[in-house]
């Protein structure tokens, strides 16, 4: 993922990951291709009269520069008919981060069904998904393998103890994960293709996703103070491999 991170050529880093599927680059192959597709549909940045000037430069400056990363890709290899061919790509090609990908559905599968799969089977599948160093794939296990059900097939989420089944908890507990990410691998600074991204489309720019969390729960201090406690029990868990606090036994 580091390399995808710091391309500053998504076409030319597209061409060389798709040849290691082994390593998962043809996931990320894939990924390049489908973020610039969205950044070839981000308007130009317009500002009325009364626009905060000093944000619509940051705005220009991020589609600028989302623009610069992209322009290697030619606008027939953007096309959903292209795109689709390149995710199919993924499965076709064994690629390891794909295959890994098919486990967790299974796990969603199952649990459509109203059957939570063994905590030794979840425990194991995070684990491996560690073992691959990549943060979205240690996110997605983690989040999936608290996930729950009850009788009434009412899904919730267990961490560190507690079952959680309001939309609220369950998203605060993902952006806990989204943020704990940041100290296993994702790229969280202003030059962040997600951070760049957001720049563009929103109302706010941030340098960092820190800041962009604590902007985000601004008017919620207790909640973002249980926000980084989850965080930090998160990046505790992935450094020790120790999952009791996230996996329910």
Not at 55 to 74: D, I, V
Not at 117 to 140: G, H, T
């Amino acid at each position: 993922m580091h390399a995808y991170n710091v391309s500053k050529d998504l076409r030319a880093f597209a061409d060389m990951a798709k040849k290691r599927p082994q390593d998962g680059g043809a996931t990320y192959a894939f990924k390049a291709a489908f973020t610039c597709a969205e950044v070839r549909r981000f308007p130009d940045v317009t500002s009325g009269n009364n626009a905060d000037q000093a944000l619509m430069a940051r705005k220009q400056t991020a589609l600028n520069e989302l623009r610069e990363r992209c322009k290697g890709f030619l606008p027939d290899e953007l096309t959903p008919i292209r795109l689709g061919e390149q995710f199919k790509y993924k499965s076709s090609s064994g690629d390891v981060l794909e295959q890994n990908r098919s486990k967790l559905d299974q796990v969603l599968e199952e649990l459509a069904r109203g059957k939570v799969l063994s905590a030794e089977y979840r425990r194991k599948l995070l684990n491996e998904m560690v073992d691959l160093q990549d943060p979205v794939a240690i996110s997605s296990a983690g989040m999936i393998s608290g996930l729950h059900v009850n009788e009434k097939s009412e899904e919730s989420v267990w961490f560190d103890g507690k079952l959680y089944s309001g939309k609220a908890d369950a998203d605060r507990i993902l952006d806990a994960w989204v943020w704990a990410a940041c100290q296993f691998g994702t790229d969280c600074t202003a030059n962040s293709l997600e951070l760049l991204g957001s720049c563009v489309t929103n109302n706010k720019c941030f340098d960092s996703s820190d800041l962009y969390f604590r902007d985000k729960y601004a008017s919620q201090p207790a909640v973002f103070e249980q926000l980084t406690t989850q965080r930090d029990i998160i990046a505790n868990a992935i450094r020790t491999r120790d999952f009791s606090k996230l996996i329910k036994p």
